[in-house]
C-alpha cells in the first residue's frame, strides 16, 4: 500500500489511500490506544518523505484524536485522509483533511 504524495513550493500532502483508510479504521482505531497505533502507522507511511521516529510520533499524538475522526470519517464516506505539511522554515503538519480530490486513490 504505497501512500501518494504531492508537494508544492511551500507544502507537501501525504494522501492516505481509500484502502489504507480502511484497514485503519478496521485494525488501529479498534485498538486499545488507538491514537498511539495510528501514530505509529501514519509514521510508516510518512517515512519516504518525512522525518521519522520519535519526532514523528511526538507530533502524530498531538493530534491523535483528530487523526481517528478523519480516519474513520474517510473509511465512512469512502474517501482518503490528506495530511498537509509545511517545508519550510521547518516541517510542521498544518492540516488534515478527509479527502475525495483527484489525488484519492483506491489501492
Do not use: H
Request: with cysteine; proline share 4%.
Amino acid at each position: 500500500m504505497a501512500a501518494e504524495y504531492n508537494c508544492s513550493t511551500w507544502t507537501c500532502s501525504l494522501y492516505l489511500t481509500k484502502s489504507q483508510v480502511k484497514w485503519l479504521a478496521r485494525n488501529v482505531n479498534l485498538a486499545v490506544g488507538g491514537p498511539t497505533g495510528l501514530a505509529v502507522a501514519i509514521c510508516g507511511y510518512l517515512a519516504p518523505a518525512w522525518p521519522v521516529g520519535l519526532g514523528c510520533i511526538a507530533v502524530m499524538l498531538v493530534y491523535g484524536f483528530r487523526l481517528m475522526d478523519a480516519v474513520t470519517e474517510a473509511a465512512g464516506r469512502d474517501a482518503c485522509v490528506r495530511l498537509r505539511f509545511s517545508k519550510y522554515p521547518e516541517v510542521a503538519l498544518v492540516g488534515i483533511y478527509v479527502d475525495d480530490s483527484g489525488y484519492c486513490n483506491a489501492s
